[in-house]
Every structure is written in structure tokens, then in C-alpha cells.
Antibody, heavy 120, light 111 residues
Framework: QITLKESGPTLVKPTQTLTLTCTFSGFSLSTSGVGVGWIRQPPGKALEWLALIYWDDDKRYSPSLKSRLTITKDTSKNQVVLTMTNMDPVDTATYYCAHRMVANHYFDYWGQGTLVTVSS | QSVLTQPPSVSAAPGQKVTISCSGSSSNIGNNYVSWYQQLPGTAPKLLIY???KRPSGIPDRFSGSKSGTSATLGITGLQTGDEADYYCGTWDSSLSANWVFGGGTKLTVL
């Protein structure tokens, strides 16, 4: 059974760096073809894909946010970490992590999400 | 502004049928598989349709998907009040800046 859970601060100040952790079970990021992505959703708005990391450490980023994002993995801890620099109130959103297989064109398992508010 | 275009809202009565469209381009829908996600109020998105028209285990056959050219469609028959949710299409965009893209979402109201 695959599960994912996001964790991190609920409140960050403008200009600060956000660090979110996705802790998962039921699969390994050392297994060929496995990937984990991050997607966010501002309140009342649409989903926005942020980043993806694969078992072979291949990383993909949203072109519009690439300069602010870093995604890493810790295979031994079954965790994926997303950092986003220079946070702004417009970055207030629920942040989700999700599982994907490189051969599949979809995200099949999602975490429950974590709401991050950016405010001074 | 989302790369994939969906109608903001659709509505229909219980028992009726509704379709939700998702329009893109040759760099995304035109050359890649489309997936659909259902987001019930206050919950995380859930995979509803993958590879244009396949249903994950546990998804009733009231839900269907199709794709033609650069557009995709989600169909829901026998509407139930429990189907009230936001629906999102998604696919890979193979342009120079390859990335995953979602539609703007469609709110389904079952009257």
C-alpha cells in the first residue's frame, strides 16, 4: 500500500525559504522507474505542478519557478525534500507530493497535502 | 492562466450525464496521454482516468475518458450528489521546457 505525507511549516515569512518533506511508504525511490513530484494549489485555485525527482536522480522543474526550487531525495529515509526560496504571499497554497512511475503519464497516489501560509 | 483549458463550471441533475472538456495543443494533449483527477471538497486530488480512457481499480464505469487531437473529454453518467467536486485534466508538455501541466479545473454541481 502506497502512502505519502507532506510535512513542514504552516507559516513562513516573506523572503524566507520554505522546506517541505514528503515521507512515503509502500515503494522505494531506489527502484527503477519510480518518481515523486510536488504539486501546489492556492486557496480556491487550480493545481500547479512544481517539480519531479526520479529514482536515477533525474530532476524536472516548473519553468516558471525553476530558479527558486530544489528537489532532493533521501532514499534511506524514504523522503523527498522540496525547497522554495524567496517566499511571497502568492505562494500561499496547499502543497501536495505524489507518486509517479516514469513509464506512466499520471500521478497515481497523492499525499493529503499541507497548507503553507506566507505572511509577515 | 493554465496551459490546458477547461470550463470553469458545469452542472446537471442527478441521474443525468455531463461532459467536461480539456483543450490543449500538439505539445501536450496532442502527443501525450491525458489523465483526469477528482478533488472532492477539502480533500487531495484522486486519479480518476489515466492514459486517456483507462480507469484505475475501484473507479466506477460511470466515469469515462476520451481524446481526439488536442482535446480530451471526461464523461460522467448517472450523476450522483457525491460526484460534486472539482475535476482537473493533466498531461506532460513536451515543449522545450518540458513539464507537467494541469487544466484550470472544472467545478461540477449536481443540482
Amino acid at each position: 500500500q502506497i502512502t505519502l505525507k507532506e510535512s513542514g511549516p504552516t507559516l513562513v515569512k516573506p523572503t524566507q525559504t520554505l522546506t517541505l518533506t514528503c515521507t512515503f511508504s509502500g515503494f522505494s525511490l531506489s527502484t527503477s522507474g519510480v518518481g515523486v513530484g510536488w504539486i501546489r494549489q492556492p486557496p480556491g485555485k487550480a493545481l500547479e505542478w512544481l517539480a519531479l525527482i526520479y529514482w536515477d536522480d533525474d530532476k524536472r522543474y516548473s519553468p516558471s519557478l525553476k530558479s527558486r526550487l530544489t528537489i532532493t531525495k533521501d532514499t534511506s529515509k524514504n523522503q523527498v525534500v522540496l525547497t522554495m526560496t524567496n517566499m511571497d504571499p502568492v505562494d500561499t497554497a496547499t502543497y501536495y507530493c505524489a507518486h509517479r512511475m516514469v513509464a506512466n503519464h499520471y500521478f497515481d497516489y497523492w499525499g493529503q497535502g499541507t497548507l503553507v501560509t506566507v505572511s509577515s | 492562466q493554465s496551459v490546458l483549458t477547461q470550463p470553469p463550471s458545469v452542472s446537471a441533475a442527478p441521474g443525468q450525464k455531463v461532459t467536461i472538456s480539456c483543450s490543449g495543443s500538439s505539445s501536450n494533449i496532442g502527443n501525450n496521454y491525458v489523465s483526469w483527477y477528482q478533488q472532492l471538497p477539502g480533500t487531495a486530488p484522486k486519479l480518476l482516468i489515466y492514459d486517456n480512457n483507462k480507469r484505475p481499480s475501484g473507479i466506477p464505469d460511470r466515469f469515462s475518458g476520451s481524446k481526439s487531437g488536442t482535446s480530451a473529454t471526461l464523461g460522467i453518467t448517472g450523476l450522483q450528489t457525491g460526484d460534486e467536486a472539482d475535476y482537473y485534466c493533466g498531461t506532460w508538455d513536451s515543449s522545450l521546457s518540458a513539464n507537467w501541466v494541469f487544466g484550470g479545473g472544472t467545478k461540477l454541481t449536481v443540482l
